[in-house]
């Protein structure tokens, strides 16, 4: 955004001081922090709202279920500042189904704070289709203005060869391998052990075939996955690297023939991107939310989230041929170039925020969808 020459200053609740990202060196960070409970309480926030708020066409929210967007809507409808909300999959069934009693708990606050954040908000932004169909489904009583902007990331700018060397030279014995790439945080979220038992059944067929388990984790969920590949008999075929950035992580993408995450729940997947950017095949579930691109693209295998589903994922890619599987790497990058290259997915946004700064005030339907007297976006 800043290169299209727009002036983006980011609000944290970090404490000030507290290290900063380098990707934002370039534009103003203000640290309100600390912020205090679960719910992110914050006393210097409001006050800091109300003596600059109106200065910025449009504030941008990320997340909720925090004290920071209640916070942004209580001053905006004060002072008639314009905000929107990208949720990130916060608003997802799944959590409801996962943890109930988190979810009763949300029900409490969900009439008298977040049910009028998202419903006073100029835009409720989504990042794929899917969870914008999903959104509807967490809470009765919901009214937004939906706009679908979608997510993405930076092509790779790291030379191929340079970032297979850089893995390598970490892990030589993966050279020549035929290798399937997990990449993300060791959590249950993430169907790891579905995916370990897949593996077990597929390394039968194939002896070339390794695992390749990258990723920070809890020692204890780690240590539990290392067991669990020791009594299927496949420990020596199953590599942890822990946490791998940079070059070396393109490098893990690089040697993979194939990039599987057996998740049960995922709003995007930045970790999919990367793999479809880097042209590797993506075998994942219907939980993933960008599982329909992938499958329309012809860019992965997609199957339920269970173990039978993880079992066929593995089994239908090792049934393909060398030809098929080539096309499918062609095929991933350009579903990323379509949907998943930042710059596409930045001009979505900067229309979105175009849109809600011509707005003119918001007019209340109590028998429908919010509503602008003009730029109507139901």
Known sequence: MVSHGHDVQT???DAPGSPVDERLHSSAVYQLGPSYLGYGFAPRLEPWLREHGAKYDVIIIHGMWMYHGYCVAKVARQLGLRYVIFLHGMLDPWFARRYPLKHLKKWLYWPWAEYRVLRDARLVLFTTAEEQVLARQSFWLYKVRERLVGYGIKSPDVEPALARASFIEQFPHLEGKRNLLYLSRIHPKKGCDL????FAKAAEADPALHLIMAGPGEASLVEALKHQALQ???????????????????????????????????????????????GVPVLTTYQVNIWREIQDASAGIIHADTQAGADQLLADWLALSSEQQSNMRTNAKACFAKHFEIENVTQNLLKALEDVKDADPIKYSFKGSLSWSRHAHN
């Open 11 to 13: 609000l944290c609740l």
């Open 195 to 198: 995916l370990m038992n897949a």
């Open 232 to 278: 299927l008999g496949v420990a020596h075929r199953v590599t942890f690297t822990g946490m791998i950035k940079g070059a070396v992580k393109w490098g893990a993408y690089d040697v993979a023939d194939a990039f599987v995450l057996s998740s049960h729940q995922e709003n995007f997947g930045i970790v999919v991107a990367e793999a479809l950017a880097w």
